[in-house]
T-cell receptor, first 109, second 115 residues
Framework: GQQLNQSPQSMFIQEGEDVSMNCTSS?????WLWYKQDPGEGPVLLIALYKAGELTSNGRLTAQFGITRKDSFLNISASIPSDVGIYFC?????????FGTGTSLTVIP | NAGVTQTPKFQVLKTGQSMTLQCAQD?????MYWYRQDPGMGLRLIYY???????DKGEVPNGYNVSRLNKREFSLRLESAAPSQTSVYFC??????????????FGPGTRLLVL
């Protein structure tokens, strides 16, 4: 199945730093979704984006739906230790969802 | 709202045994999905159901069957478990916003070990 190109694959950052990750696709999507997955848990939806150019915030998280509808980014500001986990993007077209390979985030106190 | 719930949380099977993974959602979503997640492979779609009464194969359907019992429930059955089916299984449901957009929510997962 199609997978989205997500980068970076992993990040090690100091507490308090900002984080940025992005996803790109060769296909156009109607929806972009960003999830966080903690070890042993299911993915939790962080932000949903529905319109090209849309910029949406959820607390310290900000995500944007790219103008071309083929990309999206997620920023986390002022990282804290509980931000640790795997973040991944998903794009939707029709009934199908396509997933990024994930960005593993480690926050060093 | 419980969202998406799955049972059991953990299961150990011997090769050849059968079992059914249960999933339910209380968000009145039309579409439901079963994925498996393996290290280095990401999420792979096993089966999905776009609406009550319909099911379709995903990327990796072999060795599995599904039943969309009603709008709320979507079960995944392993008729004869194999070690290659050791994985974490996630159920998800999605709701439509507008004419095109879907938002998907996941359950907590079932961790399956086949010996």
């Amino acid at each position: 199945g199609q997978q989205l190109n997500q980068s970076p694959q992993s990040m090690f950052i100091q507490e308090g730093e900002d984080v940025s990750m992005n996803c790109t696709s060769s296909s156009i999507f109607n929806t972009w979704l960003w999830y966080k997955q903690d070890p042993g848990e299911g993915p939790v939806l962080l932000i949903a984006l529905y319109k090209a150019g849309e910029l949406t915030s959820n607390g310290r998280l900000t995500a944007q739906f790219g103008i071309t509808r083929k990309d999206s980014f997620l920023n986390i500001s002022a990282s804290i230790p509980s931000d640790v986990g795997i973040y991944f993007c998903a794009g939707n077209t029709g009934n199908q969802f396509y997933f990024g390979t994930g960005t593993s985030l480690t926050v060093i106190p | 709202n419980a969202g998406v719930t799955q049972t059991p949380k953990f299961q150990v099977l011997k090769t050849g045994q059968s079992m059914t993974l249960q999933c339910a959602q209380d968000m009145n979503h039309n579409s439901m999905y079963w994925y498996r997640q393996d290290p280095g492979m990401g999420l792979r779609l096993i089966y999905y159901s776009a609406s009550e009464g319909t099911t379709d194969k995903g990327e990796v359907p072999n060795g599995y069957n599904v039943s969309r019992l009603n709008k709320r429930e979507f079960s995944l059955r392993l008729e004869s478990a194999a070690p290659s089916q050791t994985s974490v299984y996630f159920c998800a449901s999605s709701g439509r916003r507008g004419s095109l957009q879907e938002t998907q929510y996941f359950g907590p997962g079932t961790r399956l070990l086949v010996l």
